[in-house]
């Protein structure tokens, strides 16, 4: 098998896309498609969209124009067939994507940035010798002679493929001779087709799932078509008709099982609804006013659909909105491992917000993970959404060094704007459906690092209108661990390293040893880093990390299981990973540094 580290590895790159195809036979119920031409199992060839099923795939795979013969088809399902390789590839880049741990670095988004993979293209003549199902009816077919040139792929695949919804793309990085199923995998959402141009040169671009939570196109709640059909007083609960789309009345939104409408500058709260036909209803089990102040409104006044979350936690309401109504399916969550992070070390963390408006769905997940300490990204060769808290080092780490890992390229950055010496906590929003600005807050936490403001350094505040937080609890914790995290200026190294230890990747951890780091003596100043982001820059062969120190100042233990041993017999790795009590004077029995508590 060619792996990493096989002499004479020679990168071979394959792409998929993988393009939905209707299982439905032309003609042939349920489908009720007539005459010629006949589609080609595409959404946008489709003369009967009324019966349109997607449920099928065709995965074309490409490879480069080479003498290497990729023969991997199955054709043995109809309904999702996989092509053998087609030579139309030329080249495969990718924009890498960014954490952005504590939302600290005011120029990126609070969800950090993402990454995209631009792909290359040459046109080449197709006849669809695979792909169309219905070839033998088609001008020019004969059988047992050659089948004619129609177009390029590239032409017939976009006249096919209007829409781009759905559409995913895998690309597997390994070597010739690699099968498939043993090849990295990195899986992304189409975006753009560009091309073919004059040249023949086609651009395809694949985003992170993460992208299309674009706040422009995913919001929630999603915006309702509901408005009041009839003139109501300030006080009444009954005759509330309402004209919509009865779809909106149904929704499940937030968490606490109400069913709210936001109607002018109050929140009504029903429990459902009578039909009266022509889409008009009348709303049953009224509240007024829950949220706002009651008054009279006028028909035609519009209405929308409310969110309420009460004591929920962070991580599950973030899931809620990463998946509901967007192109991100919950198996992309692991929620599991979500669970498991999040309970270890933010268990009693709890969020409370009324979502009266349409929100962009980018924008409502940044502010919870920064406000609940955590931070999530996609890491393409999982298929997975990743989730980490902010919180000290808690396992062994991976060792980078010049003379193991680190390939001669190293460039070192300090960004002193990033440093903090005060956060403020703005928390408990009095009126929901108000501003988040200063006077709306009931509440405020400051953490301030007295040490470096009290030499008279100047201070760099960061504030945070947390919309998401009641408890002062949790204020503090935000406070307090951002300042942790964030109170030496924090500094970036990228380095570049070999295939071989490729696993090393976005959110992990590693103490780096190079001669271009030096402390104030000359001599190598080891320093712990987090992997913020990673990208393959020659497929199979390098890899870049970008770094940022990962400092918390002090030394912070963990609970360990029953029957651990005592400090005294502990194993480094146990010192490192556990916690023990230190003496009266802060100190452990060695001389070493205490344990502080997370």
Request: include cysteine; glycine fraction near 8%.
């Amino acid at each position: 098998m060619t792996t990493p580290t096989t002499p004479g590895r020679e990168p071979g790159t394959v792409v998929e896309i993988i393009q939905p195809r209707c299982v439905n036979v032309y003609g042939s119920a349920p489908c009720t498609a007539t005459g010629t031409p006949k589609c080609y199992n595409t959404y946008s060839t489709c003369t009967d969209k009324g019966n349109y099923d997607g449920t099928g795939s065709i995965a074309w795979r490409f490879t480069m124009d080479n003498t290497y013969v990729e023969d991997f088809g199955d054709f043995s399902d109809p309904d999702n067939i996989k092509t053998n390789g087609i030579p139309s590839l030329a080249n495969v880049s990718t924009v890498a994507n960014k954490i952005n741990p504590g939302a600290v670095r005011d120029g990126d988004s609070p969800f950090g940035v993402t990454g995209k993979i631009n792909i290359n293209f040459n046109e080449i003549e197709w006849d669809d010798h695979v792909g169309d199902p219905y070839l033998a009816d088609r001008p020019g077919y004969v059988a047992d002679k050659m089948l004619p040139v129609k177009a390029g792929y590239w032409q017939l695949f976009n006249a096919r493929n209007e829409l781009l919804n759905d559409i995913n793309v895998v690309v597997y990085d390994g070597y010739h001779g690699q099968p498939l199923a043993e090849r990295r995998q990195r899986l992304a959402f189409l975006e753009n087709v560009n091309g073919p141009s004059s040249d023949g040169g086609v651009t395809v671009t694949a985003v992170d799932p993460l992208k299309v939570v674009n706040d422009d196109k995913t919001q929630y709640p999603p915006a309702s078509d509901i408005e009041l059909a009839v003139d109501i007083e300030i006080a009444q609960t009954d005759g509330i008709q309402v004209f919509g789309d009865v779809a909106d009345l149904d929704r499940v939104l937030g968490d606490d099982g109400a069913k709210l409408l936001e109607l002018g500058d109050e929140v009504i709260k029903y429990t459902g609804y009578t039909d009266d036909g022509s889409n008009l209803y009348t709303l049953t089990g009224v509240t007024r006013a829950v949220f706002g102040e009651a008054d009279s409104h006028s028909a035609d006044d519009k209405m929308q659909r409310c969110a309420n979350f009460v004591d929920s936690k962070p991580w599950v309401v973030a899931e809620t909105l990463l998946t509901y109504e967007t192109r991100i399916p919950s198996s992309f969550v692991p929620t599991a491992d979500w669970e498991a992070e999040c309970g270890r070390y933010i268990p009693s963390s709890r969020v409370n917000r009324l979502l009266y408006k349409p929100v962009g769905v980018r924008k409502l997940v940044g502010e919870l993970s920064q406000q609940c300490l955590f931070y999530i990204w996609w890491e393409s060769y999982d298929s997975e959404i990743k989730l980490l808290t902010i919180r000290p080092p808690s396992e062994a780490v991976a060792q980078l060094t010049d003379d193991a890992q680190i390939i001669d390229s190293v460039a070192i950055t300090a960004k002193s704007e990033d440093r903090l010496t005060q956060i403020v906590v703005y928390y408990g929003k009095i009126d929901p459906l108000g501003n988040a600005d200063e006077e709306n807050f009931r509440r405020r936490y400051r953490a301030i690092d007295t040490d470096i403001e009290g030499a008279g350094i100047s201070p760099i505040i960061k504030t945070v209108f947390a919309e998401w937080l009641t408890s002062r609890t949790l204020a503090a914790q935000l406070a307090i661990r951002l300042l942790l995290r964030y109170k030496l200026t924090p500094r970036f190294l990228k380095i570049q390293i070999d295939a071989k230890d490729r696993d090393i990747s976005v959110g992990d951890l590693a103490d780096v040893f190079t001669r271009y780091l030096v402390n104030s003596e000359g001599t190598i100043d080891t320093k712990r880093y987090q992997v913020v982001s990673a990208q393959e820059i020659a497929a199979g062969h390098l890899y870049v990390l970008d770094l940022q120190t990962y400092e918390y100042v002090g030394r912070f233990g963990q609970y360990m299981a029953d029957g651990s041993p005592v400090y005294a017999s502990a194993s480094d790795a146990q010192k490192e990973t556990g916690g023990f009590y230190a003496n009266s004077d802060g100190e452990m029995p060695d001389g070493s540094e205490g344990y502080q508590h997370q």
